[in-house]
């Protein structure tokens, strides 16, 4: 950087630099805060407040298009900067699309008008898409137009579950979510493919990379995405045995790569652990949904948590505790009580996927316990960082 750009990124408050900071600051925040006042809501301990389309229809949404894609948002307007050379949002531009984000989760909270919060809502996708097919553009980097694609799409899964409010029709609403659900694992399958691997060899010291199978890679995606506009167009509601035969290709396809990046030595870096852990998940949100297809389980809402709670979300706490610890110039070392996090978030998980199919009320306040003790425990430990300065003192 020049020295004119470095002294005007070094003037911005160290909170609004990189787009990192504020959405992983607020989408933990949120995602703490958020699952307990559903089971709360869920189990009839807070009557008062009704959010906009209801408990239900708030939770399915807000936990994909509001904790999820904050994070997005603060993962992809960081790494495009890097990707591309391409001067990221920060400053006013960035505390703008923040406050867009804010007001969107305020708005369906406290039952605002579908009228008002419709265009509210869809603003902040919007503006994340077009500011990365804006960058990415510029430099003509076709290797990251699928990431756009995807935005694309998700948008348009959003737009689907709002439709629904609309019309109040609730099949519409869970086309959009269960669709939006598996574009995220679309993401997952993308971008993880490439992060996953490469994080394994620095972490571990490998001399050699894993080299992809790009076949593999592209049949996922293809192949994730696929469901995705399965469930769009409402044929994945329904158990049908070809769809049990892509959930259980997809699948293995993930297995086989965690088979390849696989090593014993990442048992002992929880910073490795924790994201293979999150694609294993996925393994088993794609096997369950292919059982049930093959109407062999009778409740797909166990795999498909599997995928929020398990994969989607696992991926995402330990992405934000390794990319927080990076892109602030500290050592690649989790702090104190992190490593508790990652065990409590997994623990938290089994209690949603299994134990709560046994015991509903317990294996929920379980789950929500764990889970937000361990996105308390990342805010806890990592909020400092993300308020202040890089510790080597650069911009960022």
């Not at 787009?19 to 307990?36: E, I, K, W």
């Not at 609730?170 to 993308?190: I, N, S, T, Y």
């Amino acid at each position: 950087m020049q020295v004119i750009d470095r002294r005007k990124a070094l003037s911005i408050p160290p909170i609004w630099r990189l787009a990192f900071r504020p959405f992983f600051l607020a989408g933990s925040v949120y995602a703490l805060l958020a699952v307990p006042l559903w089971v709360a809501a869920w189990t009839g301990l807070w009557p008062g407040l009704q959010p906009t389309g209801g408990w239900l229809a708030w939770h399915r949404h807000e936990m994909l298009f509001g904790f999820a894609m904050a994070i997005v948002a603060g993962f992809l307007l960081t790494a495009v900067q890097t990707w591309t050379g391409q001067v990221a949002p920060s400053g006013n531009r960035l505390m703008a699309l923040a406050l867009v984000w804010l007001a969107a989760r305020l708005g369906w909270l406290f039952g605002l008008p579908l009228a008002l919060l419709v265009p509210l809502e869809l603003l902040f996708p919007l503006a994340v898409a077009l500011l990365m097919a804006q960058m990415l553009w510029a430099v003509r980097q076709k290797r990251n137009y699928p990431i756009v694609a995807v935005l694309s799409l998700m948008i348009a899964a959003d737009v689907l579950v709002l439709v629904g409010l609309l019309q109040g029709d609730d099949g519409l609403q869970r086309q959009g979510v269960w669709a939006g659900l598996w574009l995220v694992a679309a993401l997952m399958a993308l971008i993880g493919g490439r992060v996953i691997p490469f994080f394994t060899q620095r972490g571990l010291g490998w001399v050699e990379a894993i080299k992809p199978w790009v076949w593999l890679d592209i049949a996922l995606l293809v192949g994730t995405a696929l469901i995705a506009i399965l469930y769009a167009m409402g044929l994945g509601l329904q158990a049908h045995p070809l769809l049990g035969l892509l959930f259980a290709l997809v699948g293995a396809g993930h297995l086989l790569r965690l088979a390849r990046w696989y090593d014993k030595g990442i048992w002992g870096v929880a910073l490795l652990w924790s994201l293979h852990l999150a694609m294993l998940w996925l393994v088993v949100a794609a096997f369950g949904l292919a059982l049930w297809h093959f109407g062999l389980l009778v409740n797909a809402s166990p795999a498909l948590h599997a995928l929020s709670v398990g994969s989607m979300s696992g991926l995402i706490l330990a992405m934000i505790a390794r990319v927080t610890l990076g892109h602030t110039g500290r050592p690649l070392q989790p702090p104190a009580g992190v490593v508790a996090a990652f065990v409590l978030f997994n623990l938290g998980t089994l209690a949603r996927v299994f134990l709560a199919a046994v015991w509903p009320v317990a294996g929920l306040w379980l789950a929500a316990l764990c889970w937000t003790l361990a996105f308390l425990i990342y805010a806890w430990r990592y909020a400092p960082m993300l308020v202040r300065a890089r510790v080597d003192g650069h911009p960022g």
